[in-house]
T-cell receptor, first 117, second 112 residues
Framework: SAVISQKPSRDICQRGTSLTIQCQVD?????MFWYRQQPGQSLTLIAT?????????ESGFVIDKFPISRPNLTFSTLTVSNMSPEDSSIYLC??????????????FGPGTRLLVL | GEDVEQSLFLSVREGDSSVINCTYT??????LYWYKQEPGAGLQLLTY?????DMKQDQRLTVLLNKKDKHLSLRIADTQTGDSAIYFC????????????FGQGTELSVKP
């Protein structure tokens, strides 16, 4: 299985500040993703992090609020900007791996638990 | 639009089998996944099934797929207290670059 790490694992932040979350995967992958899991809820895709180009955002998420970088095939960052208490969530990084010609699997990092006061 | 539905809670006794059910709406799904989330942890990939398969078995886990009814199930044999967690099913949308749509999660409680 894949190894995906995230930093920080958790943080408590003041409203109006920004936090950058880092995601490192153990091998080169084409596709990396960022998800949000609000308290007691399921996962929602924020964006697809594209290497060498701008991220592709899902409806309801914008680049100004969630800027994403993808400088290479093993690393990505997500910034939560100008935070408010509504941004308190778990943020999860994910990567898609291809095992063999047709089998694809998608693994997740351990998540970053963010509390905004 | 795309939707994935799961029942929210399941309670079983240790040693019994657990069956967690999931329905999905998008017929273009290629892969369907089951993930496990323990308290305070991220998502652990348990197993997945390709849409042209009916069944996949992996040790204590059996996945059944009824593509006609768009119904997916996860059976855990000999359920243990360590299996207590939230289980998410997810469909991969072929027409949207393999985007994953998650169900709400089923909280499995295993009583000794």
């Amino acid at each position: 299985s894949a190894v995906i790490s995230q930093k920080p694992s958790r943080d408590i932040c003041q409203r109006g500040t920004s936090l950058t979350i880092q995601c490192q995967v153990d091998s080169q992958v084409t596709m990396m993703f960022w998800y949000r899991q609000q308290p007691g809820q399921s996962l929602t895709l924020i964006a697809t992090a594209n290497q060498g180009s701008e991220a592709t955002y899902e409806s309801g998420f914008v680049i100004d609020k969630f800027p994403i970088s993808r400088p290479n095939l093993t690393f990505s960052t997500l910034t939560v900007s100008n935070m408010s208490p509504e941004d308190s969530s778990i943020y999860l990084c994910s990567a898609r791996y291809y095992e063999g010609k047709i089998q694809e699997t998608q693994y997740f990092g351990p998540g970053t638990r963010l509390l905004v006061l | 639009g795309e939707d994935v539905e799961q029942s929210l809670f399941l309670s079983v006794r240790e040693g019994d089998s657990s069956v967690i059910n999931c329905t999905y709406t998008d017929s273009s799904s290629t892969y369907l996944y089951w993930y496990k989330q323990e308290p305070g942890a991220g998502l652990q990939l348990l197993t997945y099934i390709f849409s042209n398969m009916d069944m996949k078995q992996d040790q204590r886990l059996t996945v059944l797929l009824n593509k006609k009814d768009k119904h997916l199930s996860l059976r855990i044999a000999d359920t243990q207290t360590g299996d207590s967690a939230i289980y998410f099913c997810a469909e991969s949308l072929y027409n949207q670059g393999g985007k994953l749509i998650f169900g709400q999660g089923t909280e499995l409680s295993v009583k000794p």
